[in-house]
């Protein structure tokens, strides 16, 4: 495909997408800083999950080599070989999806690793269909390389690991939001939702409390040089996580955005001191320290639901 011509000395912002001047360090729209020479830092370009927000999207149909996806493989990988599954591109985070090399590799799934990632991309010379045919040796490996099976009984659904980190995700981004960021006041909605989002089964159940979440979020918080275009943006991708067909990346783009381009933290800072100073979220305890006065937006007195929350800060 070939490349838009900007016209000279112009170039696209990578957060926004909007095209701008050079030599211009920060955007006028969306206040993203640019790297050395009109192009985005590196930390910048590490942390965008996908460039010229909101236009760009990600192939969901990536080629993940020759195998069906639900495939049961054996994969060379990290001097192990595991006994995995074959999965599809929406079933992983935009981060995973952008380190595939090249088309023929597959994406495998890998129940019974403990340490590291489960969700990783093997070049086609390092799968193999079925135990006997894997090679007894590899170059440079002297000893035996170790083969670990798929347990008898194990999850081999991937949506057991991304479950779980969109709930904790959703819900984190959620609290550091005071009261009076949103606009659902009742603490019991709130409880009530914590507790649809840790019992999600499916990404449809898991979509649409990420997407009630970000309606929730006052437009006001929001970024003030592009507030209603990002506002707008991100009502968007809400409607796409409301759908029965939605995927990891879809829901990984919006809790991403939302909180890294989206929401004025600035803004956020000065609600949670009106809010203290109104002494509705703390006060000062016996020791000197602050307690809260009312619970958080997602901890409950149930241990078996706060196992399945993660929060910052404490």
Same mark, same amino acid.
């Given at each position: 495909?070939?490349?838009?011509?900007?016209?000279?000395?112009? !170039?696209?912002? *990578?957060?926004?997408?909007?095209?701008?001047?050079?030599?211009?360090?920060?955007?006028?729209?969306?206040?993203?800083?640019?790297? /050395?020479?009109?192009?985005?830092? !590196?930390?910048?370009?590490?942390?965008?999950?996908?460039?010229?927000?909101?236009?760009?999207?990600?192939?969901?149909?990536?080629?993940?080599?020759?195998?069906?996806?639900?495939?049961?493989?054996?994969?060379?990988?990290?001097?192990?070989?595991? #006994?995995?599954?074959?999965? *599809?591109?929406?079933?992983?985070?935009?981060?995973?999806?952008?380190?595939?090399?090249?088309?023929?590799?597959? =994406?495998?799934?890998?129940?019974?690793? /403990?340490?590291? !990632?489960?969700?990783?991309?093997?070049?086609?010379?390092?799968?193999?269909?079925?135990? &006997?045919?894997?090679?007894? /040796?590899?170059?440079?490996?002297?000893?035996?390389?170790?083969?670990?099976?798929?347990?008898?009984?194990?999850?081999?659904?991937?949506?057991?690991?991304? =479950?779980?980190?969109?709930?904790?995700?959703? =819900?984190?981004?959620?609290?550091?939001?005071?009261?009076?960021?949103?606009? $659902?006041?009742?603490?019991?909605?709130?409880? &009530?939702?914590?507790?649809?989002?840790?019992?999600?089964?499916?990404?449809?159940?898991?979509?649409? *409390?990420?997407?009630?979440?970000?309606?929730?979020?006052?437009?006001?918080?929001?970024?003030?040089?592009?507030?209603?275009?990002?506002?707008?943006?991100?009502?968007?991708?809400?409607?796409?996580? $409301?759908?029965?067909?939605?995927?990891?990346? /879809?829901?990984?783009?919006?809790?991403?955005?939302?909180?890294?381009?989206?929401?004025?933290?600035?803004?956020?800072?000065?609600?949670?001191?009106? #809010?203290?100073?109104?002494?509705? #979220?703390?006060?000062?305890?016996?020791?000197?320290?602050?307690?809260?006065?009312?619970?958080?937006?997602?901890?409950?007195?149930?241990?078996?639901?706060?196992?399945?929350?993660?929060?910052?800060?404490?």
């Amino acid at each position: 495909m070939a490349t838009q011509n900007l016209g000279k000395g112009r !170039k696209r912002c *990578q957060s926004c997408g909007q095209v701008v001047g050079s030599p211009t360090v920060t955007c006028p729209h969306c206040s993203h800083r640019f790297g /050395t020479h009109g192009k985005p830092g !590196k930390a910048a370009a590490e942390d965008l999950p996908f460039a010229n927000f909101p236009n760009s999207t990600l192939p969901m149909e990536l080629p993940v080599g020759h195998i069906p996806p639900g495939t049961r493989v054996w994969i060379f990988y990290n001097q192990n070989i595991y #006994e995995s599954v074959v999965i *599809q591109a929406r079933d992983v985070d935009c981060a995973t999806i952008k380190l595939q090399k090249n088309p023929r590799q597959s =994406l495998c799934y890998i129940p019974d690793r /403990t340490v590291g !990632k489960k969700c990783v991309w093997i070049p086609e010379d390092r799968v193999f269909m079925n135990e &006997e045919s894997i090679p007894s /040796t590899f170059p440079n490996l002297g000893a035996a390389v170790p083969r670990v099976p798929i347990k008898l009984g194990a999850n081999c659904d991937p949506a057991a690991v991304w =479950l779980p980190s969109l709930c904790a995700r959703m =819900l984190d981004l959620s609290d550091l939001i005071p009261i009076l960021g949103v606009k $659902e006041p009742d603490m019991d909605v709130w409880e &009530e939702h914590a507790r649809l989002a840790a019992d999600a089964t499916t990404y449809a159940e898991i979509g649409k *409390q990420v997407a009630w979440i970000v309606r929730q979020i006052k437009p006001e918080i929001f970024r003030n040089t592009r507030a209603d275009a990002h506002h707008k943006d991100l009502l968007l991708m809400a409607d796409a996580c $409301e759908q029965p067909t939605v995927d990891v990346p /879809t829901m990984d783009r919006l809790l991403y955005m939302t909180k890294q381009h989206g929401i004025h933290w600035e803004h956020v800072k000065i609600m949670w001191d009106k #809010e203290r100073g109104k002494g509705l #979220e703390q006060s000062a305890g016996a020791d000197g320290r602050r307690t809260r006065k009312r619970p958080s937006k997602f901890i409950t007195d149930e241990p078996e639901h706060n196992r399945n929350i993660r929060r910052k800060g404490g």
